[in-house]
């Protein structure tokens, strides 16, 4: 089981070689677990920087994997591995969610990068 991490969404949706890298996690929607918050992240900076048709096309392909809502389990670990980690929220709730689901979370965010379960890929330049 997989998460892919707000970063590695974005990458992948601008076609960059990081994208590249987690398309095939990506179009493994079986085994793809989507945390509500990155929804949030990925919708709110696309709609930012592109338009809303192009913010909306990018969360439907997301919500092809199994979207998992904030539920007090998660936010209660992810408040106890934010402390423990010095992560910030989404992170947090991120990172909860995939030590819930027992998942591997791919992400170029450096606040990952040392924890157990994660895919930390270097961002390109």
Not at 45 to 54: A, F, G, N, P, S
Not at 57 to 82: C, F, P
Not at 87 to 99: E, N, Q
Not at 109 to 123: A, G, M, Q
Request: aromatic fraction near 8%.
């Amino acid at each position: 089981m997989n998460i892919i991490d707000s970063s590695c969404w974005l990458e992948f949706f601008a076609g960059t070689a990081t994208g590249n890298k987690v398309s095939a996690v990506i179009e493994d929607t079986a085994s793809l677990f989507v945390p509500s918050i990155t929804l949030y992240e990925v919708f709110k900076k696309l709609l930012i920087e592109t338009d809303e048709d192009k913010a909306l096309l990018a969360v439907a392909h997301m919500k092809q994997g199994k979207v998992i809502t904030l539920d007090s389990d998660i936010a209660i670990n992810a408040a106890r591995l934010g402390s423990e980690h010095k992560l910030p929220m989404a992170d947090s709730i991120i990172y909860a969610t995939t030590k819930k689901f027992n998942c591997l979370l791919w992400t170029q965010d450096k606040h990952f990068k040392d924890l157990p379960s994660v895919n930390y890929l270097e961002k390109i330049q």
